[in-house]
């Protein structure tokens, strides 16, 4: 039988055997505290807890280069983005979601600005290296008819003025261009040509744009112009019969004369072969030094210096609402255009010293 004692000397049996516990401390032997100790690990403590308040109240300093860390909020932070990251998301919602707008003529500003002028703009400033002149003759707002030359065999000209026109002007106003047919007949490109804001070159149509106040283009040489030969070149073709002064009297609008240098000589015509031109439906099949002997090499355009010239408006909004039926007045106000351009085009050309340098 086990006995028990008390804790100094208490005794138990184990299987039979008495196993004796022994204290670490005996009585009046216990581990006094000591007053200093718990002094300095209070201080330390306290010093801890101080510096972590201050480091959390301590301002926070930008290094160069970098800049200060946002604040916390609950929403995510847009400007975290880059802004063509965050323009290309804000298109794609808005096409998902059907939330943009298409004129009636078929033009979509916001898929142009996203996805057409890009390619262009391009274009414009590295191979070309366009130049623009006088451009604060163009309105700020209001329609204004901008009559232009037309050369260079493939219609880079219209294409390059409509990016001046957006990228010089303050507000980015766009060029409705009024194109041919044929424009609107080949697949895929003539609904690029409408939602890039094109439309077919008809009076009706240049009225209602220009009453709407916008800048429209027109290139009055058509195929003639843009298919001259090369020795033919900076040599302004017949304007037609000056229904574009026409549609300018009716609405009241300036015409501003646009005169191009450089586009003659991106694809050199010396040669045409009709009779694949007519297979094809074309006005012409042009031959150049490089095309089509290099194949679709020879398709690339020459890199040569553009300037692009804004004329001085010539005013309509002055003659009587009966002045559009008198065909000496017409006659006139388009000769007059035309000698504008021309007359620009040879004092740019006298100024010009190299066709790639300008």
Not at 1 to 27: D, Y
Not at 143 to 152: D, K, M, R
Not at 241 to 266: D, N, W
């Amino acid at each position: 039988m086990s006995r028990a004692t008390n804790f100094e000397g208490e005794a138990h049996t184990v299987s039979g055997a008495e196993a004796q516990i022994i204290p670490l401390h005996g009585p009046g032997r216990e581990k006094q505290a000591d007053p200093a100790a718990e002094a300095a690990g209070d201080l330390r403590e306290a010093d801890a807890a101080n510096q972590d308040q201050a480091r959390r109240e301590a301002p926070v300093v930008a290094f160069p280069g970098r800049s200060a860390a946002p604040e916390a909020s609950d929403e995510p932070d847009g400007d975290l983005l880059p802004a063509s990251l965050v323009s290309a998301l804000g298109f794609l919602r808005d096409r998902l979601t059907g939330d943009y707008t298409v004129d009636e003529f078929g033009f979509d500003a916001d898929l142009t600005d996203a996805l057409f002028l890009p390619p262009l703009r391009a274009l414009y400033q590295k191979w070309f290296r366009v130049s623009t002149f006088a451009v604060e003759n163009l309105p700020a707002d209001g329609g204004a008819l901008l009559v232009c030359n037309h050369s260079g065999t493939v219609p880079l000209d219209a294409l390059m003025t409509a990016v001046a026109v957006h990228d010089e002007t303050p507000d980015s106003r766009h060029l409705r261009c009024l194109g041919a047919d044929l424009v609107f007949r080949v697949p895929l490109v003539g609904s690029f040509a409408r939602k890039s804001g094109q439309t077919l070159a008809c009076n009706e149509d240049a009225e209602r744009l220009l009453r709407k106040g916008e800048l429209v283009g027109v290139w009055p040489e058509g195929f003639k112009g843009i298919g001259k030969p090369f020795s033919a070149r900076y040599k302004l073709q017949r304007f037609g019969r000056g229904g574009f002064v026409s549609a300018a009297l009716r609405a009241g609008v300036p015409i501003i004369p646009v005169s191009i240098v450089g586009a003659e000589e991106i694809y050199p015509k010396i040669g045409d072969i009709r009779l694949l031109a007519r297979l094809l439906g074309l006005p012409y099949f042009p031959v150049t030094p490089f095309f089509p002997l290099l194949g679709p090499l020879g398709a690339v355009p020459l890199p040569t210096k553009w300037s692009i010239e804004f004329g001085e408006p010539i005013r309509t909004d002055s003659y009587d609402a009966d002045a559009v039926d008198d065909p000496m007045l017409v006659f006139t106000l388009t000769d007059q255009v035309r000698e504008s351009i021309q007359q620009a085009l040879y004092r740019r050309l006298s100024q010009r010293k190299s066709v790639f340098r300008g």
